[in-house]
T-cell receptor
Framework: GQQLNQSPQSMFIQEGEDVSMNCTSSSIFNTWLWYKQEPGEGPVLLIALYKAGELTSNGRLTAQFGITRKDSFLNISASIPSDVGIYFCAGPIQGAQKLVFGQGTRLTINP | DAGVIQSPRHEVTEMGQEVTLRCKPISGHNSLFWYRQTMMRGLELLIYFNNNVPIDDSGMPEDRFSAKMPNASFSTLKIQPSEPRDSAVYFC????????????FGQGTRLTVV
């Protein structure tokens, strides 16, 4: 089936550093979604991308829809302690009905 | 507006017992998803419904798992009999079919089978 592969699986950074993570697939996606999950909570949507090449920002977060439509990138600038969590990419398949997720990138920040 | 509501938040049960997890989707959403999250396997889609009808249950691990959606505002995920390997966090999520925005998740039910 269609799979989303995220890298890295985990990141340990210092507060203030920039963060980059990506998500790839062997299949084309028409929408890319980025979620964040904090401990004890469900994933929350951060950014949605709908067009190849699209670059969208949400505060210090910026995400890009890859030109090939098989990848997406998420960047976090000037990280702060509350950025800690697991970041998931996701995309709809089966005629946009079914939502599948990557394995997640776990972000840990040292103050 | 109330988000997706799941109950209970935590469940501890003995192996062999029946477990029922409940979900109330966001009002007006007509797609509902059940996911399971574990350290080893991440977020797995178990089953999803459109307009209360199960569309794809290929992610349901085995016959011990069943899900129902008797109406637009309620769904259950049942495990009978439960086993220790079923221990995980189970999430319910909802959206409007075809919406360009992703699904909205509940806070999850942490299930521990001892």
């Amino acid at each position: 089936g269609q799979q989303l592969n995220q890298s890295p699986q985990s990141m340990f950074i210092q507060e203030g550093e920039d963060v980059s993570m990506n998500c790839t697939s062997s299949s084309i996606f028409n929408t890319w979604l980025w979620y964040k999950q904090e401990p004890g909570e469900g994933p929350v949507l951060l950014i949605a991308l709908y067009k190849a090449g699209e670059l969208t920002s949400n505060g210090r977060l910026t995400a890009q829809f890859g030109i090939t439509r098989k990848d997406s990138f998420l960047n976090i600038s000037a990280s702060i302690p509350s950025d800690v969590g697991i970041y998931f990419c996701a995309g709809p398949i089966q005629g946009a009905q079914k939502l599948v997720f990557g394995q997640g990138t776990r972000l840990t920040i040292n103050p | 507006d109330a988000g997706v509501i799941q109950s209970p938040r935590h469940e501890v049960t003995e192996m062999g017992q029946e477990v029922t997890l409940r979900c109330k989707p966001i009002s007006g959403h007509n797609s509902l998803f059940w996911y399971r999250q574990t350290m080893m396997r991440g977020l797995e889609l178990l089953i999803y419904f459109n307009n209360n009808v199960p569309i794809d249950d290929s992610g349901m691990p085995e016959d011990r798992f069943s899900a129902k959606m008797p109406n637009a505002s309620f769904s259950t995920l049942k495990i009978q009999p439960s086993e220790p390997r079923d221990s995980a966090v189970y999430f319910c999520a909802s959206r409007t079919t075809g919406s360009r925005v992703g699904a909205f998740f509940g806070q999850g039910t942490r299930l521990t089978v001892v």
